[in-house]
């Protein structure tokens, strides 16, 4: 009885409302709906001018007529006299996410899929048309959709199943024959499956760039696990160096104050030991004093006379030519050799210092070259030029930063840092890890932009930039540039430029320079194996002239 009921249910609800028939009517295709429900359905097809049916999708033109079927009506009636309702709701309601079901009227249920024939949205009991008629089974159905209007043309309000490679975009075939005349046009499905071949190819790429970046990802885990441990024994080996610093120095102090304590007891047993001979004296003259003024109230004269030799005889008096008064002076000697000693390790710590801090601030992890100028700033170093390595044609101002040709010798002091025989220079500061830096240049033949070794020649043709396999040149004129290594001349295109870039990666072996204007452009890369800390350095070419005046300068970029 129950199956009955449930069939008597099904047999007289409506597919929109999903209720018992009220004022039921019955359209051409055969298919029954509540006059009201039809009507709404209908109300939204007014533009198109086509009337379909929910269920079977049947299209009627012009908008038929409709009339209450007054024997469905009558059944409906008796239906509800006899107790038996429409089923109780178990559905779910579409919230404001979800895609509703179009054929729902009231309280619309969520779509279970869209048609793309249809261009309409269903719930599952609206959907068994579809999987019930024949017609319909050939319809396109896909996951619910709120766009599904988008695959209607806005001027002629048909479904555009076309697409046009010339303007790259899907059109109705109406569309072709006016705006679209003379295009290149295909069938939508047939773009689809090209781009598809094409979508293919660019997952499969991202896939290996995926597989690709997922190996960098752990190759930097690696290397921060790496920095860590690094780190970790960095900070217990210095300590640890640190306290035996501490504790040498401890020992020194405690030796020296050992040794003042000594010298102090030994000095002062001296001064004792003279203090309790003179005191000794002092006694021995006082008696004798007493004697002789006893001797000379004697007015026996023969007694007298014949005491006096013995009385009048005095001991060798004490030498105290020894004696050196020096109130609070004993130690000083000792006090500034220990402020003198501690002023030149000061002088050590600090030159040391400033090597350990770039030790530290140079640790990088090996990253790609950086494309952008914001890119390189981020590496950039204060470099300053050593006074030790000028040759005496060259004045260094501007804190050290600029250098200028002279025909003024200049009065360095001697060093055996100095190039001697060309307008040579270095940095002062060694360069390791990651370091950019520009060189502005003015006037002249030309300047040379070079990074060395702290061991190249000072002397002869072996100190030139370049014409060694200690060091790396880039001749900069002013319409070309020619890079220099080991001798080897190799002539370098790029745009003109008075301000040359340096990246230097000393880890991975990477020396790049670069044209420095509004934007940057590579001159010259170098790919090698650095051995030792590199030093910055500038040289003049004079070429057949030589350009009093001209300058070139270590940049502040920020």
């Given at each position: 009885?129950?199956?009955?009921?449930?069939?008597?249910?099904?047999?007289?609800?409506?597919?929109?409302?999903?209720?018992?028939?009220?004022?039921?009517?019955?359209?051409?295709?055969?298919?029954?709906?509540?006059?009201?429900?039809?009507?709404?359905?209908?109300?939204?097809?007014?533009?198109?001018?086509?009337?379909?049916?929910?269920?079977?999708?049947?299209?009627?033109?012009?908008?038929?007529?409709?009339?209450?079927?007054?024997?469905?009506?009558?059944?409906?009636?008796?239906?509800?006299?006899?107790?038996?309702?429409?089923?109780?709701?178990?559905?779910?309601?579409?919230?404001?996410?979800?895609?509703?079901?179009?054929?729902?009227?009231?309280?619309?249920?969520?779509?279970?899929?869209?048609?793309?024939?249809?261009?309409?949205?269903?719930?599952?009991?609206?959907?068994?048309?579809?999987?019930?008629?024949?017609?319909?089974?050939?319809?396109?159905?896909?996951?619910?959709?709120?766009?599904?209007?988008?695959?209607?043309?806005?001027?002629?309000?048909?479904?555009?199943?076309?697409?046009?490679?010339?303007?790259?975009?899907?059109?109705?075939?109406?569309?072709?024959?006016?705006?679209?005349?003379?295009?290149?046009?295909?069938?939508?499905?047939?773009?689809?499956?090209?781009?598809?071949?094409?979508?293919?190819?660019?997952?499969?790429?991202?896939?290996?760039?995926?597989?690709?970046?997922?190996?960098?990802?752990?190759?930097?885990?690696?290397?921060?696990?790496?920095?860590?441990?690094?780190?970790?024994?960095?900070?217990?080996?210095?300590?640890?160096?640190?306290?035996?610093?501490?504790?040498?120095?401890?020992?020194?102090?405690?030796?020296?104050?050992?040794?003042?304590?000594?010298?102090?007891?030994?000095?002062?047993?001296?001064?004792?030991?003279?203090?309790?001979?003179?005191?000794?004296?002092?006694?021995?003259?006082?008696?004798?004093?007493?004697?002789?003024?006893?001797?000379?109230?004697?007015?026996?004269?023969?007694?007298?006379?014949?005491?006096?030799?013995?009385?009048?005889?005095?001991?060798?008096?004490?030498?105290?030519?020894?004696?050196?008064?020096?109130?609070?002076?004993?130690?000083?000697?000792?006090?500034?050799?220990?402020?003198?000693?501690?002023?030149?390790?000061?002088?050590?710590?600090?030159?040391?210092?400033?090597?350990?801090?770039?030790?530290?601030?140079e640790v990088d992890v090996l990253l790609s070259e950086p494309k952008t100028r914001d890119g390189f700033l981020r590496y950039s170093r204060e470099i300053t030029?050593?006074?030790?390595?000028?040759?005496?044609?060259?004045?260094?101002?501007?804190?050290?930063?600029?250098?200028?040709?002279?025909?003024?010798?200049?009065?360095?002091?001697?060093?055996?840092?100095?190039?001697?025989?060309?307008?040579?220079?270095?940095?002062?500061?060694?360069?390791?890890?990651?370091?950019?830096?520009?060189?502005?240049?003015?006037?002249?033949?030309?300047?040379?932009?070079?990074?060395?070794?702290?061991?190249?020649?000072?002397a002869g043709s072996e100190s030139l930039f370049g014409h060694n396999d200690k060091s790396w040149s880039l001749h900069c004129f002013t319409d070309r540039y020619?890079?220099?290594?080991?001798?080897?001349?190799?002539?370098?295109?790029?745009?003109?430029?008075?301000?040359?870039?340096?990246?230097?990666?000393?880890?991975?072996?990477?020396?790049?320079?670069?044209?420095?204007?509004?934007?940057?452009?590579?001159?010259?890369?170098?790919?090698?194996?650095?051995?030792?800390?590199?030093?910055?350095?500038?040289?003049?070419?004079?070429?057949?002239?030589v350009y009093v005046g001209s300058t070139a300068e270590l940049c502040k970029v920020k």
């Amino acid at each position: 009885m129950a199956q009955k009921d449930q069939l008597d249910r099904e047999t007289f609800s409506c597919v929109i409302c999903l209720d018992l028939l009220k004022d039921p009517v019955a359209i051409p295709c055969g298919h029954s709906y509540c006059m009201s429900c039809i009507k709404g359905f209908w109300d939204g097809e007014d533009q198109r001018k086509i009337y379909s049916c929910p269920q079977c999708r049947e299209a009627f033109t012009p908008r038929p007529v409709l009339k209450k079927n007054t024997m469905l009506a009558a059944l409906v009636e008796q239906l509800k006299k006899t107790g038996v309702q429409a089923a109780p709701a178990d559905h779910s309601y579409a919230g404001p996410e979800d895609v509703a079901c179009d054929v729902c009227t009231g309280r619309k249920l969520k779509a279970f899929k869209s048609c793309l024939t249809c261009l309409i949205s269903y719930c599952e009991n609206h959907l068994q048309s579809h999987f019930e008629l024949t017609k319909l089974k050939k319809h396109k159905l896909v996951e619910p959709s709120e766009k599904l209007q988008e695959n209607i043309c806005s001027r002629h309000d048909e479904v555009m199943k076309i697409f046009c490679r010339t303007d790259k975009k899907c059109i109705c075939y109406l569309c072709t024959m006016k705006d679209h005349k003379g295009h290149d046009t295909v069938p939508a499905a047939a773009e689809r499956t090209e781009r598809q071949r094409e979508l293919e190819v660019s997952r499969l790429n991202i896939q290996q760039r995926i597989q690709d970046r997922d190996k960098d990802v752990k190759l930097l885990q690696q290397e921060v696990e790496a920095i860590s441990l690094s780190a970790d024994k960095a900070v217990k080996d210095s300590g640890k160096i640190f306290t035996e610093l501490i504790r040498l120095l401890q020992k020194r102090s405690s030796d020296v104050k050992q040794q003042i304590r000594s010298q102090q007891e030994t000095e002062s047993r001296r001064v004792k030991e003279l203090q309790e001979k003179l005191q000794q004296e002092i006694t021995e003259l006082k008696r004798k004093d007493t004697e002789l003024k006893q001797l000379s109230h004697t007015e026996d004269h023969n007694q007298f006379l014949h005491n006096y030799p013995s009385v009048s005889q005095l001991s060798e008096p004490t030498d105290s030519s020894s004696i050196n008064i020096r109130p609070l002076r004993y130690f000083e000697d000792v006090t500034a050799a220990v402020s003198e000693l501690r002023d030149k390790l000061q002088d050590i710590l600090r030159d040391e210092w400033t090597n350990i801090s770039l030790a530290v601030t140079e640790v990088d992890v090996l990253l790609s070259e950086p494309k952008t100028r914001d890119g390189f700033l981020r590496y950039s170093r204060e470099i300053t030029l050593d006074p030790n390595t000028v040759n005496t044609k060259l004045l260094l101002s501007e804190g050290n930063r600029k250098v200028t040709w002279t025909l003024q010798p200049q009065s360095y002091s001697s060093h055996t840092d100095r190039f001697t025989d060309h307008p040579l220079v270095l940095s002062r500061e060694s360069l390791t890890g990651c370091c950019y830096w520009e060189v502005e240049w003015r006037g002249g033949w030309g300047v040379q932009v070079a990074v060395a070794y702290k061991n190249i020649s000072r002397a002869g043709s072996e100190s030139l930039f370049g014409h060694n396999d200690k060091s790396w040149s880039l001749h900069c004129f002013t319409d070309r540039y020619v890079f220099y290594f080991n001798n080897i001349k190799t002539p370098v295109s790029g745009p003109g430029s008075s301000r040359v870039g340096v990246y230097l990666d000393h880890r991975a072996g990477i020396l790049s320079f670069y044209s420095v204007s509004e934007t940057m452009t590579l001159l010259h890369r170098v790919q090698t194996t650095f051995t030792q800390p590199l030093y910055a350095g500038l040289c003049f070419d004079s070429g057949l002239f030589v350009y009093v005046g001209s300058t070139a300068e270590l940049c502040k970029v920020k």
